[in-house]
Nanobody
Framework: VQLQASGGGLVQTGGSLRLSCTIS????????IAWFRQAPGKEREGVSC????????FYADSVRGRFTISSDNAKNTVYLQMNMLKPEDSAVYFC??????????????????????????WGQGTLVTVSS
């Protein structure tokens, strides 16, 4: 299984970026794919999750209404469209995968600090910097 995140960069406050997570070795039908982020000195936190088993999509409160997660199953790629970016969105963004049947609903996981521990496969991360 391999996940590769891309699309990060430097953007001004209020700007947009689209991250891509290209996945190989698993199918989106049976796996949940999530985006996480980690800012310097902070814990990794869940941002959004796509899961055909659990419904959704699901978002952290801090990004709901600004970020949109989507997938192109033909390309086995998951996207995170980020609009109205704020300096506090600056972080390294990771995509991760886990077999859907092994996790509780992402709606609850996104409210906890241990969501990353539930995910088995990780991409390498892409840096997003939002300037004020």
């Amino acid at each position: 299984v391999q996940l590769q995140a891309s699309g990060g960069g430097l953007v001004q406050t209020g700007g947009s970026l689209r991250l891509s997570c290209t996945i190989s070795g698993l199918t989106l039908d049976t796996y949940s794919i999530a985006w996480f982020r980690q800012a310097p000195g902070k814990e990794r936190e869940g941002v959004s999750c796509l899961s055909s088993r659990h419904g959704g999509p699901f978002y952290a409160d801090s990004v709901r209404g600004r970020f949109t997660i989507s997938s192109d199953n033909a390309k086995n790629t998951v996207y995170l469209q980020m609009n109205m970016l704020k300096p506090e969105d600056s972080a390294v963004y990771f995509c991760a995968a886990v077999e859907s049947m092994s996790i509780p609903t992402p709606r609850l996981l996104l409210k906890t600090s241990n969501m990353p521990r539930h995910f088995d496969y990780w991409g390498q991360g892409t840096l997003v910097t939002v300037s004020s």
